[in-house]
């Protein structure tokens, strides 16, 4: 029997992707459009059913046709290649047996939000993107990424979902630990590194495809509120910087990214329509692919067409600007706006409908089809989908990978004041608050008292006000000021001994008492108890910068500008500050 052109590697992409096509009935089609959620069971055995699963995995791939899934949820690197060799295994029983491409939100540092990032658990532990940036060096950012390449490859992801570009202009935002901070210059600099690590030379089989977002930058909220939620869907520019928050896009696109996502937000007060980027043809196709050039797959955020149930508790769709269109409507607006594919829905019964009916043509849904297709194709998964269950073991969490990660840890620690109190001496009486006594122990001698302590070690994290929801409550928004009780406590102790505060700064914290009072202020955005310890105590050199500044008052970020980066009247600490030891 003669082998079909698709299955053929010694053909051209262009007819493979043809041949392909050709043979594809409008419901394969359709299910190419859907980029959704997948978890694993126990043992890597396949989901049927889960908290974000309202369709099992066999109906998904086998009934609905979907080729693109983000893995959901953590387990060993074992597990997961395990998974990602079963669920490629029902897709290569289909029609027409086209691999599955795999993705997934950052799995590197120490953020826990099913909606953005996981835990590191088997994968190295890097400081977050913040963290990154605090060392400003791109060498290092390609370093990283190409280690998240090396460690997605070997259990079978072929997509990040990332890098995240926005620029940290609202202190009050909840996604900024994610980002490389306010400045647009070195977000430019460090995203041409990220796709560099994570690609390579060109998009190839030994490539993981970035998909860079959110364009067009979802730094300036309104309030400082995220638009997963109805309450953060305006995106506002009152500082008539909306083109500056473009300029790390810019970059992406010139160093390749495949992918892009655009943001749930909707801009208010412009010359763009007021409806979500996902929906937004002046964005999407007036500026991302006419006036910026961009020739690779557009992915919508998920969850844009159908309200669903996050959590055990109802989520509205994020179908903002266009709460009033059907699903149907929605869809063939996102795809008129210029979008290849949505995220987090599982509907192609949908756009067989729109097609049948002429509301959308064919040829259209072909576009996008032929795009999605073609990455399939130059990542090599109609080659090899399958993942190597040993080497996967081996690789991911390997100890080179793992002391790259901890050397990165202590050098993005950033020392905002140091009152002669670091580098700590040998053996101290010890006494510490949200550090692990026993490894504290390696440093010192660990006091339950802190009247009896030489020095103490505190750990705060960045204040927020907690959110009622289930799925809200993983995203930390709200006044960045720590609560009053809570703040009278902290100073005790820093007025009773020699006091080293750590602030993890996943936001800009308000700490102007702190400051004053501390013997010592470090910022970290992302490190193990160990790492902290080495820089105090000299073992290790913090080389951090603050990747944004620390206002002064919430009343000063009230002020100030969402879209202007560093805009807080006289902040605590400016952009860039940081000590040398």
Not at 339 to 350: L, N, T
Request: glycine share 10%.
């Amino acid at each position: 029997m003669t082998t079909p052109t698709y299955r053929d590697p010694n053909r051209p992409v262009d007819e493979r992707v043809a041949d392909l096509l050709s043979r594809m009935t409008l419901e394969e089609k359709a299910g190419q459009l859907f980029h959704t959620m997948l978890a694993m069971g126990p043992d890597g055995t396949l989901a049927e059913e889960g908290a974000f699963l309202t369709c099992g995995t066999t109906e998904l791939v086998a009934e609905r046709r979907l080729s693109h899934f983000n893995l959901i949820g953590q387990g060993t690197a074992r597990e997961m290649a395990t998974w990602v060799n079963r669920v490629q295994e029902l897709a290569a029983g289909t029609r027409l047996g086209i691999p599955l491409t795999l993705s997934t939100d950052p799995r590197h540092a120490f953020t826990d939000n099913p909606g953005a990032s996981f835990l590191a658990g088997d994968f190295s532990a890097w400081p977050e993107p913040l963290g990154l940036a605090a060392i400003g060096d791109a060498k290092l950012v390609e370093r990283f990424a190409d280690t998240v390449r090396r460690e997605y490859l070997a259990v079978g992801l072929r997509v990040a979902l990332h890098p995240q570009i926005d620029l940290a202009t609202e202190p009050r935002w909840s996604r900024q630990s994610g980002t490389f901070g306010s400045s647009a210059d070195v977000t430019s600099e460090l995203v041409r590194a990220y796709v560099r690590g994570l690609q390579g030379p060109r998009l190839g089989p030994e490539s993981v495809a970035a998909m860079v977002k959110h364009f067009p930058g979802g730094g300036p909220q309104k309030d400082g509120e995220d638009p997963h939620f109805a309450h953060g869907k305006d995106q506002v520019y009152p500082g008539g910087m909306r083109d500056h928050h473009l300029k790390p896009f810019k970059a992406a696109i010139e160093a390749g990214c495949s992918q892009l996502m655009p943001y749930y937000g909707r801009p208010v007060g412009t010359d763009w329509e007021e409806v979500g980027f996902g929906f937004n043809k002046d964005v999407l196709t007036g500026l991302l692919r006419e006036r910026l050039g961009f020739r690779g797959i557009v992915c919508t955020d998920w969850g844009l067409l159908n309200d669903a149930e996050i959590l055990g508790e109802p989520a509205e769709a994020r179908a903002w600007g266009v709460e009033h269109l059907s699903v149907p409507e929605r869809a063939a607006k996102a795809l008129d706006a210029g979008a290849d594919q949505f995220g987090g829905e599982q509907c192609p019964e949908v756009i067989v409908e729109l097609v049948r009916s002429g509301r959308i043509s064919e040829d259209r849904v072909d576009d996008s089809v032929r795009r999605l297709l073609r990455e399939k194709f130059v990542l090599g998964l109609f080659e090899n989908p399958y993942a190597d269950v040993d080497r996967a073991e081996e690789t991911v969490g390997a100890s080179e990978f793992t002391a790259l990660g901890a050397a990165a840890q202590r050098r993005a620690l950033t020392v905002l004041t140091n009152h002669s109190l670091l580098p700590l001496p040998e053996r101290p009486d010890l006494y510490v608050q949200s550090v692990n006594g026993k490894t504290a122990a390696a440093y010192g001698n660990v006091v339950a008292d802190p009247a009896e302590a030489d020095v103490a070690v505190l750990r705060l994290r960045t204040p927020f006000e907690p959110r009622t929801g289930a799925f809200e409550s993983f995203f930390h928004a709200g006044s960045l000021a720590f609560p009053e009780d809570e703040l009278k406590e902290i100073l005790r102790l820093l007025d009773t001994v020699p006091t080293l505060v750590c602030v993890n700064l996943e936001r800009p914290a308000v700490l102007p008492e702190i400051a004053e009072r501390a013997a010592a202020l470090v910022a970290d955005f992302g490190a193990s108890d160990a790492a902290l310890l080495d820089v105090a105590f000299g073992r290790a050199r913090a080389e951090g910068r603050l990747p944004f500044e620390l206002p002064r008052s919430m009343a000063a970020v009230a002020a100030a500008r969402p879209d202007v980066p560093d805009d807080t009247e006289d902040p605590v600490f400016p952009y860039g500050h940081g000590l040398a030891l």
